[in-house]
């Protein structure tokens, strides 16, 4: 670690609507940063717990998360495991799902992760990027997550028409931007589940970087069993399958969002 450690790049990874391979993209991304040298810190903030069990820690076993960070000024420190991956986590459980409860009443909720990631800063337990695992809605837990964060990144199932969800993330962000983080930029769409044969997949793509003036983050994360098998590894696919066409994927979208952020 540096003596000296620069801000972290800290990017939310968002999409309220599930099935859309987030947890896969914060996972998979994190694994191909570190690949690159960089120190990453992953959070789960999906009361679901999916990154945390994905990466082979069980929720169930676990006595301090970030549920404790969040509501209950538990030091970060104290909560971070070091997994398998090489990423660091700070990992959820079902008590989750209780924060956006406790938060909606606290004054300056959505600036309560914020809080935490300078925290860390000061306590010289500095990362290159912060990936946030944002759950699959639009409450307390993921407003709090675009308030913290240097952009975000909206994975995006290329199967469906149906893309009012982005609509209503981007409103989001607007709100965002106007009332607790100027800076917040958006950083594209990741599409996954892609299938490159078929012809929907593609106007899919097309559709959305027109409808919505978004940058769209390539190469497309391919449709393979590999990523179902990962989890069960506690792994993600770079460990389970290096070479397969997804791990590549992964590993091409890290060095793209490294360029991004040395704009």
């Known amino acids: 670690m540096n003596s000296v450690q620069a801000a972290p790049t800290i990017l939310a990874v968002a999409n309220q609507k599930g099935g859309v391979a987030k947890t ?33 820690i069980d929720p169930e076993d676990l006595e301090l998360s970030v549920h404790h960070v969040l509501t209950k ?56 990027w912060v990936l946030l695992d944002c759950p699959p809605s639009l409450g307390v837990l993921t407003v709090a997550a675009l308030t913290a964060a240097t952009g975000v990144l909206i994975p995006l199932q290329c199967e469906t028409l149906s893309h009012r969800g982005v609509g209503q993330l981007l409103d989001t962000v607007h709100d965002v931007r106007r009332f607790t983080n100027r800076d917040l930029a958006v950083w594209g769409v ?5 299938d490159g044969r078929t012809n929907h997949a593609r106007a899919v793509l097309d559709t959305i970087s027109e409808t919505y003036d978004l940058e769209v983050v390539e190469p497309p994360i391919p449709k393979t069993i590999k990523f179902a098998e990962a989890p069960a590894a506690g792994r993600s696919i770079l460990a389970t399958s290096r070479t397969s066409k997804g791990a590549q994927a992964y590993r091409e979208v890290a060095g793209a969002l490294l360029a991004r952020s040395a704009r």
């Not at 940063?33 to 789960?44: F, K």
Request: one cysteine or more.
């Open 73 to 128: 000024g538990t030091a970060p420190a104290d909560v971070i495991i070091e997994t398998e991956d090489g990423v660091d986590l700070l990992p959820a459980t079902i008590e989750l799902a209780r924060a956006e409860a406790d938060l909606l009443t606290r004054t300056g909720r959505e600036h309560v992760l914020r809080g935490v990631m300078e925290d860390l800063q000061a306590g010289g337990r500095g990362y290159d």
């Open 24 to 56: 896969t993209s914060v996972a998979s991304i994190g694994a191909a940063l570190v690949e690159r040298g960089q120190s990453v810190l992953l959070v789960d903030l999906d009361p679901q717990a999916c990154l945390t069990f994905s990466l082979g």
């Open 190 to 194: 990741l599409p996954t589940l892609y």
